[in-house]
Nanobody, 120 residues
Framework: QVQLVESGGGLVQPGGSLRLSCAAS????????MNWHRQAPGTQRELVTT???????NYADSVKGRFTISRDNAKNTVYLEMRSMKPEDTAVYYC??????????????WGQGTQVTISS
């Protein structure tokens, strides 16, 4: 089994910054893409950003220039640096990872989510 544990959520004022972390552990042979998603109340979960094992990144238009995804492959950890935050960034943020385990199975695993609230 593989577990993803997120941390770093909280309450931030508009214009502020926050850093999320997501650490993967368990029977991991290789992690392919690592991703951040978010879901605001009454909306569908959306993909915010993704990073491949080689470091290629992609961002939703709504966060380009404000959010930065990075990963530490030695620690099986992905980070999300969020700056110039807006009230519309308020959501539960989830990480996901596409993982190959020691049996050769490839699955997508999800973290439990962390609340991010932007409010004055």
């Amino acid at each position: 089994q593989v577990q993803l544990v997120e941390s770093g959520g909280g309450l931030v004022q508009p214009g502020g910054s926050l850093r999320l972390s997501c650490a993967a552990s368990g029977a991991i042979r290789e992690i392919y893409s690592m991703n951040w998603h978010r879901q605001a109340p009454g909306t569908q979960r959306e993909l915010v950003t993704t990073i491949t094992s080689s470091g290629t990144t992609n961002y939703a238009d709504s966060v380009k220039g404000r959010f930065t995804i990075s990963r530490d492959n030695a620690k099986n950890t992905v980070y999300l640096e969020m700056r110039s935050m807006k009230p519309e960034d308020t959501a539960v943020y989830y990480c996901s990872a596409v993982v190959s385990d020691y049996r050769g199975s490839i699955k997508t695993y999800w973290g439990q989510g962390t609340q991010v609230t932007i409010s004055s």
